[in-house]
Every structure is written in structure tokens, then in C-alpha cells.
């Protein structure tokens, strides 16, 4: 007998998910739909800004270090912006993994959504799971060839499509598109096209669900988010236990159960299987609901039981839970035996050994008096919801949103900043003055070039030039940075002349709108040294 040690590796087993239809792969569909067609036309949306300005609504501009997003421009100073995004998204992210488990994974997820999309044209080209089956384990042939030079070809279309689209977030869009077409691109632009193209075509065709297992760090983190409050999809194994395929007792009661469709609440839904009647095998023994066909192992894109558990690779997708109700339907069963469940709504003993614990009937409570106790119900949504993780995960997320928009509409058209040149900190003219310089850089963010004047805050005697100019007014260009040498002079008797060092505030005005600004810094007097 071998004591050897199991392989490390393990080669790739395709997995070849079923067709299914329901709610969640319609909700799957709209999904899919939206986030492509996003990510597709938005380069194209035009945005008018004015004169010497992008026209394209959304606009990462390298060049020029802007962020346009339609009405919004972000400069490179007010990256926190872009930084308060980033954390709202990490937040709703673990916002909604603690209310619905992994829901981001399974409906919106890019490595998501371009496999499925994936998977439609696989499927649309090879046919469904037994066809594509039968073709994997067929030798090469001329028809295996042609199927899947086919398959290949569409799917390298959607992955150069993928990368080109990319590209157009950061140039304009129509103009990028000619120049790429007449190879007058620049070298970056295409190596990012190939960079994604290649990617886009092996995670979608190749990886799927191994990207997810393997390379994704989220399925480790999200047993920090989840606790047995989480909605997430699950089997409920007292309902569905024993197993097996033996006959169904189709009772009026069943027709009922079922008729009453989606008038019952999906959640909870499971509380109505006994008025369905028990199912039996053929030799009389009760069995749960799960006749084991395996439908909902055959429509997993992750290729696992969700019977089996909660496990790492479940994305919550919900296609078992669409697959398992259609069979339910189909032999008379309340739908529920999979569904969106928290591990904290389990009955707390199994309905067989305690009608009053299913919620079916009333039994007696064990008491002296024979009081009976209440039916079991499953906690209402929203408690699963809205419980103390969720809300400090909303509170945080909406404080910094607020901030975030509060910021945005307070923040000024202009902007400045003081830096003191440092070699020599000061210089001593003839006349025994102290001359400081100052680097003032000026932000202009209208469309429109704009005369700006400085000043000094206060009657403090000291004197102010820009060089190059007779007054102290400075013209910048539309939508642009200038950087303009000031100085600042204090004669002999002036206490700042003296004193090693004094607070400046500089002011900046818009000559045509009044708006105002200012900058902080320091004077330094022949004591400094």
C-alpha cells in the first residue's frame, strides 16, 4: 500500500454549465446588458465644455492631468476625490457581501459578466451542456475544428473589443478610433489593447472559474463580512433530506401550494411544504423534497453542489435556485428548497421530529401546563438586513459620500499655492530692506482665460511686485496652471524686517467675478539665519 502524498496540481476539469431560465438569470441578463453597455458607449457620450476644452463626457486626460466626468473636472491636487470613491467602493463592497454574501461576485463582477458572456456564445455556437459535452471527449475532426475556430474567433472579437474600449477612456474617442485603424496610434495605445485582449480571451474563455478560486483574493476575505445573519444562497437540508427519485403524490393540496406562485414571498417560502404533502418512495418511506436530478450541479458555473454546503467557490449567482424551483414545479413542491437563506433562520430540530418547530402546526411546549409552543417563522428580511454590521457599514459609506459632495459643490474655481524659495531665504537690498521670493502657482479652472490680482492680507507696510510686470495682476490661461515669481519687501523699520520670522497671507482675486482665495506662509527677517 502507497503512503504517498497526494499531487499538488491538478489539471483543469472544463465545467459546462446548463441553460437555465427564472428570475435571477433574467436579473443576470438586465445585469449583464447594463454593465456592458456601460463600459462599451460611455467614451462615445460627448459633453460640450467649452472652447480649447475635451467634448467627451468621460475623460481620464493624462496629458493635461485631468479627470472629466460630464460636468465634473478633477485636478491632480484633489485626488482625495478619487480616493473617497475608492473607499465608498471598498464599503458598499463589504456593505452588501454582510447583507447578500457575495453579490457583487455573482451579478457585477467584470470576471463574471465577460464569462458569461462567454458562455452565451459558447453555448449559442456548440449548443448546450450534453452537445458541448460530446464534442469536448470527441476526437478532432472537421467539424470540432470549425466549431471551435468559430467559437474562438467571436470570442477574440469581444476581448479586442474589450481592450480598444479601454484605450478610449484616455484620449478622444473618435479620434483614437482613426488613428488606430490608420496605425497612426501611439505604440502605448496598442500593446494596451493586446494586453487586455489577451487577457479578456483566457480569463473568459479558459480561466472562468478558476480566476475566482485561484487568483481572486475576495473569496478569502468574505468570511470576514459574513456572519449567520448573511443572506446567501443555501439548501435547506431538513426540507430536502432523504433523497430520492421515488413517486410523487400529486394532492390538490400540492396544485394549491403551487398555484399560489409568486403571490407568496420567495422568502420564507420553504414553510409551505407540508401542505404539498409528504413525497413517498414506492415502498412507502417519506422522503424530503430533493428528488437528487442534479440540476442545480449542472446549471453552476463554479461546478459545485450547493447542497454540499457553503463553500469557498459559490459565487451566489442564484442559477441553482432558478433550476431547482423549475424541477419543483414541475413534481409539485412548494419552490425554496434552494434560495437566498441566513445560516440563523435554520429550524432549530428538524420539521419531521416537530411540527410546531416547521411552523406547521402547534405541539405541546413539554411544560406542566401544556401550554403549545408558537409555530417557527424565519426572521423577517429585514432584520437580516439591517442589523448593526450593515448599518455602521451604511453610516460610514453615506458620511463619506456627504463629504464627498459637500466638497465638490464648496470647492473654489480658483486656487493657489505659496512656496518661499529657500536659496537664499532672503536677500538685504542697499537700502537695507529684506526681500523675500515667493513661487506662487495659480489654478484656473473656468474655460476662459482670467486676470487674477494679488495682494497682501493686512496694512503691514510691505510692498509687493511680480516680476515681469508693472502691477501685481496676473493673466492665466483657460483651464490651466501658472507658475509666476512674486516678491515681497520690508523696509528697515518694518518689524518684519527684523524679526527672524512672520506670518503671510497672500491673497488672490478674479478681477471679473470677485472670487477670492488665499495662501499661507511665512516672511523671513535678516534674524533668520
Not at 226 to 239: A, H, I, Q, S
Not at 259 to 285: C, F, I, M, P, W
Not at 355 to 374: H, K, M, Q, S, Y
Not at 460 to 488: C, F, K, M, N
Request: aromatic letters at 10%; charged letters at 20%; a neutral charge.
Amino acid at each position: 500500500m502507497s503512503n504517498a502524498a497526494p499531487p499538488l496540481f491538478a489539471a483543469r476539469e472544463p465545467i459546462f454549465p446548463r441553460r437555465v431560465s427564472g428570475f435571477f438569470r433574467r436579473l443576470k441578463w438586465v445585469i449583464l446588458i447594463l454593465t456592458l453597455g456601460v463600459y462599451y458607449i460611455t467614451p462615445w457620450i460627448r459633453w460640450d465644455r467649452g472652447p480649447n476644452l475635451p467634448d467627451q463626457a468621460v475623460l481620464v486626460d493624462l496629458a493635461n492631468r485631468r479627470f472629466h466626468f460630464f460636468w465634473i473636472e478633477i485636478w491632480p491636487h484633489e485626488f482625495y476625490f478619487v480616493a473617497g470613491l475608492l473607499i465608498m467602493a471598498g464599503l458598499g463592497l463589504f456593505l452588501f457581501t454582510s447583507a447578500l454574501g457575495r453579490v457583487w461576485c455573482g451579478y457585477a463582477c467584470p470576471q463574471t459578466v465577460w464569462s458569461d458572456l462567454f458562455m452565451t456564445v459558447e453555448r449559442w455556437i456548440e449548443g448546450d451542456r450534453n452537445a458541448r459535452i460530446r464534442l469536448h471527449n470527441a476526437p478532432w475532426s472537421l467539424r470540432k475544428a470549425r466549431l471551435r475556430g468559430a467559437k474562438w474567433l467571436v470570442w477574440l472579437l469581444i476581448a479586442v473589443a474589450t481592450g480598444g474600449a479601454w484605450v478610449f477612456y484616455f484620449a478622444d474617442a473618435p479620434s483614437l478610433a482613426r488613428d488606430l485603424v490608420t496605425l497612426q496610434a501611439a505604440p502605448v495605445a496598442y500593446a494596451t489593447i493586446a494586453v487586455l485582449t489577451a487577457t479578456t480571451f483566457i480569463f473568459g474563455g479558459f480561466m472562468r472559474e478558476q480566476v475566482c478560486i485561484y487568483m481572486c483574493p475576495w473569496p478569502r476575505i468574505q468570511g470576514a463580512m459574513m456572519d449567520p445573519g448573511t443572506l446567501t444562497v443555501g439548501y435547506r437540508k431538513w426540507r430536502g433530506e432523504p433523497r430520492g427519485k421515488g413517486g410523487v403524490k400529486r394532492q390538490k393540496a400540492a396544485a394549491e401550494a403551487i398555484g399560489s406562485g409568486d403571490a407568496v414571498a420567495r422568502y420564507g417560502a420553504a414553510l409551505d411544504k407540508n401542505t404539498a404533502g409528504d413525497r413517498q418512495s414506492r415502498d412507502g418511506e417519506v422522503l424530503g423534497d430533493c428528488i437528487d436530478c442534479n440540476a442545480c450541479v449542472a446549471v453552476c458555473p463554479m461546478g459545485i453542489d450547493i447542497r454540499e454546503g457553503q463553500q469557498m467557490e459559490c459565487i451566489t449567482c442564484a442559477l441553482c435556485i432558478d433550476a431547482c424551483d423549475d424541477v419543483m414545479a414541475k413534481i409539485g413542491r412548494p419552490r425554496g428548497l434552494i434560495d437566498y437563506l441566513a445560516l440563523d433562520d435554520e429550524p432549530p430540530t428538524a420539521p419531521k421530529e416537530s411540527a410546531a418547530v416547521a411552523g406547521l402546526a402547534e405541539a405541546p411546549a413539554g411544560d406542566v401546563a401544556g401550554a403549545t409552543a408558537p409555530p417557527w417563522q424565519p426572521k423577517p428580511l429585514w432584520q437580516h438586513v439591517f442589523r448593526p454590521r450593515t448599518l455602521i457599514y451604511t453610516a460610514a459609506w453615506a458620511a463619506i459620500g456627504v463629504a464627498l459632495v459637500v466638497a465638490l459643490f464648496i470647492r473654489p474655481e480658483i486656487d493657489m499655492t505659496v512656496a518661499p524659495v529657500r536659496n537664499p531665504t532672503f536677500v538685504t537690498l542697499s537700502d537695507g530692506s529684506i526681500r523675500n521670493a515667493y513661487d506662487i502657482r495659480l489654478r484656473n479652472k473656468h474655460g476662459e482665460a482670467r486676470d487674477f490680482r494679488l495682494s497682501l492680507a493686512g496694512d503691514r507696510g510691505l510692498d509687493l511686485s511680480v516680476e515681469g510686470a508693472a502691477d501685481p495682476v496676473v493673466s492665466v490661461p483657460a483651464d490651466t496652471t501658472r507658475l509666476q515669481r512674486v516678491y515681497v519687501i520690508a523696509p528697515p523699520q518694518n518689524d518684519a524686517a527684523t524679526a527672524p520670522r512672520s506670518d503671510l497671507r497672500f491673497w488672490v482675486e478674479d478681477v471679473r467675478s470677485g472670487e477670492r482665495a488665499f495662501g499661507d506662509t511665512i516672511f523671513n527677517g535678516k534674524d533668520s539665519q
